[in-house]
């Protein structure tokens, strides 16, 4: 069971938009259609972005997106703002049995 | 609103079992969802332990699950983790965490556990 693959760092201005590759297998991120993703920011722990692909729970800004193509899973976040400044997560459930992506830092430059 | 809190020792030693507790507020266990760990050592990613439903019904990580053992108590709105073994690679901020399904939407502020004689 391996990690999901990220980019270790995705940059971005004030406004513009970015986007967060995640990078599993046909047993993972391209068989089922359970894909979430997560914020950290320093010390705190992980909030929930996004699940099953593309929701967002309540309270979670609209800026945030998400989606799937084959074996990657892409989380978008347009409007880039100050606050989003963090560390980002995929993960997948596959059967039984959860995996994490091995995080993105983004900054906001 | 469903808030987790994690309470353990902050400090085990080699070959020794790290336990933890997880204590429920705002929610019954006992009315369902499955009820996670995942660990985050220093400077690195988050894994998934393991997770646990209201009946006692448990998932562990393959790569983990010789190891792991995860109990609850609905009597008293908790969960709980052990870890046997343990190794300076156990060393970890351990979150607990309620599924929702297929995502974990509340969580813990996660406690440090260092392994260390």
């Known amino acids: 069971q391996s990690a999901l693959t990220q980019p270790a760092s995705v940059s971005g201005s004030p406004g513009q938009s970015i986007t967060i590759s995640c990078t599993g297998t046909?047993?993972?991120?391209?068989?089922?259609?359970?894909v979430s993703w997560y914020q950290q920011h320093p010390g705190k722990a992980p909030k929930l972005m996004i699940y099953e692909v593309s929701n967002r729970p309540s309270g979670v800004s609209n800026r945030f997106s998400g989606s799937k193509s084959g074996n990657t899973a892409s989380l978008t976040i347009s409007g880039l703002q100050a606050e989003d400044e963090a560390d980002y997560y995929c993960s997948s459930y596959t059967s039984s049995s959860y995996v994490f992506g091995t995080g993105t830092k983004v900054t906001v430059l | 609103q469903v808030q987790l809190q994690e309470s353990g020792p902050g400090l085990v030693k080699p070959s020794e079992t790290l336990s933890l507790t997880c204590a429920v507020s705002?929610?019954?266990?006992?009315?369902?969802?499955?009820w996670g760990w995942i660990r985050q050592p220093p400077g690195k990613g988050l894994e998934w332990i393991g997770s646990i439903y209201h009946s006692g019904s448990t998932y562990y990580n393959p790569s983990l699950k010789s190891r792991v053992t995860i109990s609850v108590d609905t009597s008293k709105n908790q969960f709980s983790l052990k870890l046997s073994s343990v190794t300076a690679a156990d060393t970890a901020v351990y979150y607990c965490?309620?599924?929702?399904?297929?995502?974990?939407?509340?969580w813990g502020q996660g406690t440090l556990v260092t392994v260390s004689s």
């Open positions: 705002g929610y019954s266990i006992s009315s369902g969802y499955y």
């Open positions: 046909s047993s993972d991120v391209g068989g089922y259609n359970y």
């Open positions: 965490a309620r599924e929702a399904p297929s995502a974990f939407g509340h």
